[in-house]
């Protein structure tokens, strides 16, 4: 199964956060699945440790794509569709990475590991 994680989930994964429900680790530690992180998730990350909201994160925005690379998880890129796809989505939810997180599930017919409920009203596929 090949999945995109959410960036609330990465956190959680790579810091063994017992925020990250049983079946969600057991997704993430399977080595059969193909687990993919979005650059979105990388801007998001960076973003907050220059605001001071993930202060602790500093050194995962200096690796990350090694770290993401050693955790064996593949790294997506964004494209033009996907933020045409984000830019364009219906409704109110306002937050950036998590538009360009739907948008890119959408694009690529990839379920999203997050507990964002949100993400159900966009026709998301979520698995937690």
Known sequence: MRALVDTHALIWWLSADPALT??????????RNTL????????????KVRLNKLPGATSLVLEFSARMEREGFELLS?????????????????????????AQ????????????RIFDSYGVRRLW
């Open 78 to 102: 964004i494209t033009p569709e996907h933020g045409i796809r984000a830019g364009l989505l219906p409704g109110p939810h306002r937050d950036p990475f998590d538009r360009m997180l739907i």
């Open 36 to 47: 993919v992180v979005s650059a979105s998730s990388a801007w998001e990350i960076s973003t």
């Open 22 to 31: 049983v079946a969600a680790r057991r997704i993430i530690a399977d080595t």
């Open 105 to 116: 599930s959408q694009a690529e017919s990839i379920p999203i590991i997050s507990n964002e």
